[in-house]
């Protein structure tokens, strides 16, 4: 079983920065592709961005595309994403997420097989 943590959310005022990070724990997931999806109440939960195994290929949303960088630690098993030039409609609860193993879509939520609890942003204008 894999358990994920995330960490590093929290309030802060448009055009500000937030890294969040995700740590790992129980079976390895150095050898799954990662990702960050968002949510906020009402609407599904929404793809924010992918990194692959090694590191050396992710994809974006184009609403973050050159404001949010994945990158991953995979002797750490740690996650993060880093994000700058935050807006107000970036608020919500971030969710590190870990590849079920299967090809596939990365946007769609079907792809991934294991969720953290999440943690809030919020983005004040």
């Known amino acids: 079983q894999v358990q994920l943590v995330e960490s590093g959310g929290g309030l802060v005022q448009a055009g500000g920065s937030l890294r969040l990070s995700c740590l790992a724990s129980g079976r390895t997931v150095s050898n799954r592709p990662m990702g960050w999806f968002r949510q906020v109440p009402g609407k599904e939960r929404e793809f924010v961005t992918m990194i692959n195994v090694s590191g050396g290929s992710t994809v974006y949303a184009d609403s973050v595309q050159g404001r949010f960088t994945i990158s991953r630690d995979n002797a750490k098993n740690t996650l993060y994403l880093q994000m700058n030039s935050l807006k107000p409609e970036d608020t919500g609860v971030y969710y590190c997420?870990?590849?079920?193993?299967?090809?596939?879509?990365?946007?769609?939520?079907?792809?991934?097989?294991?969720w953290g609890q999440g943690t809030q942003v919020t983005v004040s204008s």
């Open positions: 997420t870990a590849g079920r193993g299967v090809a596939g879509d990365p946007t769609s939520y079907d792809y991934w097989g294991h």
